[in-house]
T-cell receptor, first 112, second 112 residues
């Protein structure tokens, strides 16, 4: 089983709609969860992090965490063409030293 | 200058060449990382340095040799690479994984 799983997509969403990106993880001891946005040819950029069960909102972005189900999601409201990118889910895993483990990413395309 | 700076941005090298990638962080972070990103694969952790000490070497071939002379600088020395080593090499830094990573802009490496 992969440590962090994401649907690779592509996920196509009409402009103005809600984009929903999902991620599951295997290590129940994980404490910190991150969403990175990566434009084509660019490096990943941190856009959201969440530590506690429930929702965390920042502008048009909402991160949702359910530790019992080992599930974290990112909602993007009022999707814009500039949101078209690959979204990487990352989870901290402690194996003697802490590191982030990344999913393969979901490619999101916003259709004007 | 702020953030994480990587040089060069692009590198083309032959299989017999020796080159080095450089990373510098201006964030006061205490950990630095090298990641490899190939098409359609998750980010692959290569090396982790915490307080200038290597704490993880993820079974990386010896043709990749890291160096961390101080907490702000990280190098990746390359020699006798193979075409399959062509990828985007990303440097990152952090102040503990609870805060996520800050990535550099990456070096796009092509081995010919």
């Amino acid at each position: 089983q992969k440590e962090v799983e994401q649907n690779s997509g592509p996920l196509s969403v009409p402009e103005g709609a809600i984009a929903s990106l999902n991620c599951t993880y295997s290590d129940r001891g994980s404490q910190s969860f991150f969403w990175y946005r990566q434009y084509s040819g660019k490096s990943p950029e941190l856009i959201m992090f969440i530590y506690s069960n429930g929702d965390k909102e920042d502008g048009r972005f909402t991160a949702q965490l359910n530790k019992a189900s080992q599930y974290v999601s990112l909602l993007i409201r009022d999707s814009q063409p500039s949101d078209s990118a690959t979204y990487l889910c990352a989870v901290n895993v402690y194996f003697g030293n802490e590191k982030l483990t990344f999913g393969t990413g979901t490619r999101l395309t916003i259709i004007p | 200058e702020t953030g994480v700076t990587q040089t060069p941005r692009h590198l083309v090298m032959g299989m017999t060449n020796k080159k080095s990638l450089k990373c510098e962080q201006h964030l006061g972070h205490n950990a630095m990382y090298w990641y490899k990103q190939s098409a359609k694969k998750p980010l692959e952790l290569m090396f982790v340095y915490s307080l200038e000490e290597r704490v993880e070497n993820n079974s990386v071939p010896s043709r990749f040799s890291p160096e961390c002379p101080n907490s702000s600088h990280l190098f990746l020395h390359l020699h006798t690479l193979q075409p399959e080593d062509s990828a985007l090499y990303l440097c990152a830094s952090s102040h503990g994984t609870d805060y996520g990573y800050t990535f550099g802009s990456g070096t796009r490496l092509t081995v010919v």
